[in-house]
């Protein structure tokens, strides 16, 4: 049996720029337990597996190093998940860092309460200075039951879906085969947490900030403002509308999911400004009513995205 307390699992792609840091923060950790640091390297295209390399040469009993070819940030944390042998499992992005609490914090939230997740605050940094912003403020803290867990989720202020800064017990993920849906087609951390969320009857929330998210010119929407990201949102919407009839959750519960994908698919036509006739956007919307509106899951096949048509 493994006396590793928790598995962290670094996607590591392209961020070499960034990695240094984020590895040294991961080693800077006020933590009295072991641990471990597994680096799952996709597709290396930089100096990446080098700066890895150090890191496992030098700290030998915390860090591990995975060489996989999925170019899918779902698919390499999979890896991650498959690999990882401490009690808990928790995600770093390999462009962000860490703060020296962050294990402690995440750790106590669960082991202390014999609790399955997690949930912890965080700060952005945008161009080297550091934010804290409106979701931040209001973070949830203490234990929550499932019903105003999944609000917070699903309405995405009082608790962001980010994965990076949760905590997971492993024997939880892999008793329910819970794994993440590609990114290449799916918005992979609300799906994950979600069906993760649905099966916790209660979640612990902290509002200590743990984790720093660097915010860079090519994150998620300087990356994809495009159809194939509005394509994402109706694909998401449509698998968490399914999740809702399985476990018999009802429709008005995701109702802040709803009105924030609204919120983001007018931003993506309308600030964004992508490549795409502005009667496109209605076509989403109308989608993503019908996509609320489905009456069981039968309906929810039934549907076609503006992008098929």
């Known amino acids: 049996m493994s006396n590793i307390a928790i598995s962290v699992v670094v996607a590591i792609h392209g961020v070499a720029e960034y990695l240094k840091k984020c590895l040294s923060s991961l080693v800077e950790q006020d933590f009295s337990y072991a641990y471990e640091v597994i680096c799952v390297n996709d597709n290396p295209i930089d100096d990446s597996p080098n700066i890895i390399d150090e890191f ?6 915390i860090f591990k190093r995975i060489d996989v070819i999925n170019k899918d940030l779902s698919l390499t944390r999979n890896d991650g998940i498959k690999a990882a042998l401490g009690e808990f499992i928790c995600f770093v992005d390999g462009d962000d860092f860490v ?3 962050y294990l402690k914090v995440l750790y106590s939230l669960v082991k202390d309460t014999n609790l399955n997740i997690g949930v912890a605050n965080y700060q952005v940094s945008i161009n080297g200075r550091k934010k804290t912003l409106l979701s931040n403020r209001l973070a949830l803290n203490g234990i929550k039951n499932q019903n105003k867990a999944i609000k917070a989720l699903l309405g995405d202020i009082r608790c962001r879906a980010y994965a990076w800064n949760k905590i997971y017990r492993r024997d939880f993920l892999l008793s329910h085969n ?7 087609i799916y918005i992979e951390d609300i799906l994950f947490n979600y069906e993760a969320f649905i099966l916790c009857d209660k979640i612990n929330f902290s509002k200590e900030k743990i984790y720093c998210y660097v915010q860079r010119d090519n994150s998620l929407f300087h990356e994809e403002p495009s159809l194939k990201l509005a394509d994402k949102f109706l694909q998401s919407s449509i698998l968490i509308r399914s999740l809702s009839f399985i476990h018999h959750l009802p429709k008005k519960s995701l109702r802040n999911y709803f ?3 609204h919120f983001m698919l007018f931003f993506l036509f309308y ?7 502005k009667s496109k956007y209605k076509d989403y919307v109308k989608t993503l009513k019908a996509i609320y509106r489905a009456s069981d899951s039968k309906t929810l096949t039934q549907i076609i995205l503006p992008s098929s048509k």
Do not use: E, G, M, N
């Open 99 to 101: 703060y020296p609490h």
């Open 178 to 184: 819970l794994l993440f849906k590609p990114a290449k």
């Open 271 to 277: 600030i964004q400004k992508i490549a795409a006739p």
């Open 56 to 61: 496992v040469k030098q700290y030998p009993t």
């Open 259 to 261: 009105v924030s994908k």
